[in-house]
């Protein structure tokens, strides 16, 4: 196998190193913008051991899937995070009687074929069993402005993504909010509230187009909200509205209601007075 640094990885930094004296098998099966698989089989001398360092993302990446022997002595965090941070992901046969051992790690910002499959009614999106699936819809139909932007991540627009998820969160742990402590599910099919998914305002909610990087971007921050609390995420989607819960598009900026707002992409996202 190569040992050499692979300079053509355009995230971050693969670099596999054998330890010495050991002998050591393994395959990158993807490395690109959205996510990182890797399979290895380790064979050797005890103790036999190989490891994968990452450094330097500019997207965070969720564990999507991680099969292992049960002598490997493996521990797999389930969220990576751009910064200055490296991972190291070490695999090793972890007795003397199996000096043999295995892995199948997968990141990435979304799962295989799971999500965004078409639905043709609101009750069939209320039946969906993912709250990540749901909130990535809401997400994804608010930011229609977005869906066909293909640059190179971590932009999203003008914010309007992490702004929209920004509004869903706020909702969630604002006490002074109508639908403090409910579930995100729950929040984004109240009715008259995010109408691309309660109404079908564009038809985006559901017929996505998983094939986007826009799409792909609001199943990250679904990931990230799901499976992290405010303190976490807090630092990891950055927030230009504050603590706002409620935006219209710029065509309703006479709305009376509107206190405070702040424009983000073509959203108004406003305090409610």
């Avoid at 199948?104 to 043709?120: I, K």
Wanted: glycine share 6%; hydrophobic share 30%.
């Amino acid at each position: 196998m190569n040992n050499k640094k692979d300079n053509t990885v355009s995230r971050g930094e693969y670099f596999p190193k054998p330890e010495i004296n050991n002998i050591s098998n393994g395959e990158i099966v993807n490395y690109n913008d959205l996510s990182i698989k890797w399979k290895h089989v380790y064979y050797g001398s005890y103790p036999c051991s190989y490891y994968v360092s990452l450094r330097n993302l500019t997207t965070n990446l969720l564990l999507i899937k991680s099969e292992y022997s049960p002598t490997s002595g493996y521990t797999i965090p389930k969220s990576l995070f751009t910064g200055n941070h490296v991972y190291r992901f070490a695999v090793k046969a972890a007795d003397y009687m199996n000096h043999t051992a295995w892995s199948q790690v997968e990141f990435g910002v979304s799962s295989s074929g799971n999500f965004g499959l078409p639905v043709n009614t609101l009750n069939e999106l209320k039946n969906l069993p993912s709250e990540i699936d749901i909130v990535a819809r809401t997400i994804y139909g608010e930011c229609d402005d977005e869906r066909t932007y293909t640059g190179g991540l971590p932009y999203y627009g003008e914010y309007g993504q992490y702004s929209v998820a920004w509004t869903i969160i706020n909702r969630k742990y604002n006490s002074s909010s109508d639908y403090y402590g409910q579930s995100y599910k729950s929040i984004v099919l109240a009715p008259s509230q995010y109408v691309a998914i309660t109404e079908d305002e564009n038809g985006l909610c559901r017929h996505p187009n998983t094939s986007t990087l826009a799409w792909k971007r609001s199943l990250e921050l679904a990931h990230l909200m799901v499976n992290n609390n405010q303190d976490v995420l807090k630092k990891i989607i950055p927030n230009v509205i504050l603590d706002r819960m409620h935006f219209f598009a710029k065509t309703y900026i006479n709305n009376p209601h509107i206190g405070n707002p702040i424009v983000v992409s073509d959203n108004v996202f406003f305090y409610w007075v």
